[in-house]
């Protein structure tokens, strides 16, 4: 492919490990790929797509980064850390339930507050119109003289679902070495909540040669929706990135079956499962994506929609900061008397 340039952000390659209780549980063998190790405060599945966002970004001599997503995106959190490490303003357009501030500083918000973004709040319904809204922002900041640079929801655009492509070469890599060599991956299963990860992930798998199942799981909205989002993805990373003769993408499975009662919304059960994990590996899922595409998969597993006995990848794309502004809910669903 003829990718653009990136910055160093992210700890690479994240490592990758066996979950071997829940594996004996489940009757296969479950490996889990560390993006939640990107970093620390800077962690997660952004800091890959942000490598390429912010290095076009500095090409074209920007100097305040714009960007939205929910008000505990872990998107705009990583997008505000990063902008501050480049020495760079940032401004997040944040959805809340009543378009106004949150009451108190909590999770990801409470690190865009420390950090010092510039925050904007707008309701679900602005929500829609979020990129036109962005882009009279950025001509507000051109108009005062300042070059802004705006990172569509989740930097999942083409340019920055290469983060992913990148991810699966890295994976090959890994599999081709010891510890790992000898390992076949069977299905490769992440959460999904703009597409990126999953697009990057599709191209990357064929780049890479990594001969697997992909599920996708959708952590809102439903599968023909988030189909034809990848969809586009992959068709602008193929128009602006292939080269000729290239293997396009490999394909994938959109699942909306487990998203459960809306986006960021959790039910005692999948709260539980985050619980139920971190006891029995050590490992903390959050509630609002990896905790929901586990529990999926785990579930799918055990309607035997996955074979026994074959690899499964688990992509942990990160959230922790989620668990924090949950507490309540996770007391009430997860503490032993
Ligand atoms: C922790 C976490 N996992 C998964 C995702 C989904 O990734 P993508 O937006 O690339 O679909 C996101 C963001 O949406 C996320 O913050």
């Not at 699966?168 to 992440?190: F, K, R, T």
């Not at 794309?317 to 989620?322: E, V």
Request: glycine residues 10%; negative net charge; proline residues 5%.
């Amino acid at each position: 492919m003829k990718k653009p340039g990136k910055l160093t952000l992210a700890n690479l390659p994240t490592p990758l490990q066996r979950l071997p209780r829940l594996s004996a549980q489940l009757g296969v063998n479950l490996l889990l790929k560390r993006d939640d190790l990107t970093g620390a405060a800077l962690s997660g599945n952004k800091v890959r797509k942000l490598e390429y966002s912010f290095a076009e970004a500095e090409r074209q001599g920007a100097n305040v980064i714009l960007t939205t997503g929910g008000v505990q995106s872990n998107h705009c959190r990583a997008t505000a850390i990063v902008a501050r490490q480049r020495g760079l303003e940032v401004g997040l357009l944040l959805r809340t339930a009543d378009g106004k501030a949150p009451g108190s500083l909590d999770g990801n918000y409470l690190l865009n507050a420390l950090i010092g973004a510039d925050l904007r709040h707008i309701t679900p319904a602005q929500y829609g119109d979020r990129n036109a809204l962005l882009e009279a922002w950025a001509r507000e900041h051109s108009e005062a003289g300042r070059r802004p640079y705006v990172i569509p929801e989740g930097a999942s655009n083409a340019l920055g679902s290469l983060g992913y492509v990148d991810m699966a070469l890295e994976l090959a890599a890994q599999l081709g070495e010891a510890p790992w060599a000898g390992e076949h991956i069977d299905l490769i299963a992440h959460a999904c909540g703009s597409g990126g990860t999953a697009a990057g992930l599709a191209v990357g798998r064929a780049q890479a040669q990594l001969d697997c199942a992909h599920h996708v799981y959708v952590v809102c909205d439903d599968a023909p929706t988030f189909q034809a989002r990848i969809d586009g993805i992959i068709a602008e990373m193929v128009e602006r990135f292939a080269e000729d003769g290239e293997p396009l993408h490999a394909p994938f499975e959109v699942i909306d079956e487990y998203k459960g009662i809306g986006y960021a919304l959790s039910t005692p059960e999948e709260l539980s499962f985050i619980a139920e994990i971190a006891r029995l590996e050590g490992i903390f899922l959050d509630p609002v994506y990896t905790g929901k595409a586990l529990f999926g998969l785990v579930k799918d597993v055990q309607a035997g929609r996955i074979e026994q006995g074959s690899t499964v990848l688990f992509v942990h794309t990160g959230g922790i900061f989620g668990l924090f502004p949950a507490r309540d809910l996770l007391a009430a669903a997860t503490i032993r008397p």
